[in-house]
């Protein structure tokens, strides 16, 4: 923007060393990006809010000052598309107060009305067209198309979640994989479209079994995963037999169960759930993994 002609006012050296502030900050963002949390994007997302308002101030007032406020768009567009809502609520408050702000400071008060008039519209339009289709995309990834229950991608992350929340209040978390007995050989025999009717059928049944804390997944073909929140092994064995015993006519059903030891990371206590499943398999029966990881297993009767 300093490279266009009519640009007399505008304070070059301060906006070239916003510039280079935004960009230093930019690559320790990129170079250190499995270091912040969700805490410091936000606190990364407020700075570009204010070195923005410090370009309007160095751009001097009237039309380079406004060409900056467009800026403020893309902070919205990147709380839309990865944040909920109230979040980019107080991210537009943000933006709306620095640039209120930079043309107070600029002595341009009869223009702060338009201007922010014109800028929050803007942006709260980009805002629920690029929110709305982020969160379509985002059920579409998240959801597995057949039975309409959430896939592996929603597996991590309600497990993910429902370790943090373990860690901060001690609740136990237990993790059910079932599979349905001979499924292959049924689709053989009856067909793919019998095979998908018996899938969303269990899909239904089981979805009414668990409770409403609980997030039930397809994880692929004939496999399902329920992660039981603030559940001890006992409640769960209880849980996982209520679903064992609501299959669907014409099919049997397996399940493993393990429990969070408080420590494993969640692709182990998924494995430790596979394996009782295993051992569920061969002996024809629903196995249950104890809490410590590799720890014998026991069995339901």
Request: proline share 4%; net charge negative.
């Amino acid at each position: 923007m300093l490279l266009l002609p009519g640009w007399d006012d505008v304070d070059a050296v301060g906006i070239t060393g916003t510039v280079i502030l935004a960009v230093f900050g930019a690559g320790a963002l990129y170079a250190f990006a499995e270091r912040f949390s969700a805490a410091a994007i936000h606190g990364v997302m407020a700075s570009g809010t204010l070195l923005i308002a410090a370009c309007q101030v160095f751009a001097g007032g009237g039309s380079p000052t406004a060409m900056y406020a467009m800026l403020y768009v893309w902070v919205i567009l990147h709380s839309a598309m990865f944040f909920p809502r109230a979040v980019g609520v107080a991210h537009l408050a943000l933006t709306a107060v620095a640039h209120a702000g930079a043309l107070f400071w600029l002595g341009d008060i009869g223009s702060i009305a338009p201007q922010l008039a014109l800028t929050l519209v803007t942006q709260l339009a980009a805002g629920l067209i690029v929110g709305s289709l982020a969160t379509q995309q985002r059920q579409l990834a998240d959801t597995d198309s057949l039975t309409g229950l959430g896939n592996r991608r929603e597996v991590d992350r309600a497990l993910e979640s429902a370790i943090a929340r373990s860690r901060r209040s001690g609740t136990p978390i237990c993790v059910a994989v079932l599979d349905l007995d001979g499924f292959k050989d049924f689709n053989d025999e009856r067909g793919h479209a019998a095979g998908d009717r018996v899938l969303v059928e269990a899909a239904a049944r089981w979805q009414d079994l668990v409770r409403g804390i609980d997030t039930l997944c397809r994880t692929g073909g004939d496999e399902f995963l329920v992660v039981l929140t603030g559940c001890d092994l006992d409640e769960a064995q209880r849980i996982v037999r209520r679903m064992v015993a609501g299959t669907p006519e014409g099919v049997s059903c397996s399940a493993g169960l393990a429990r969070w030891d408080g420590h494993e990371p969640p692709g182990m206590l998924i494995e430790r759930a596979d394996e009782a499943l295993y051992t569920a398999k061969v002996g024809g029966d629903v196995a249950v993994a104890p809490a410590p990881p590799h720890a014998s297993e026991a069995r339901l009767a």
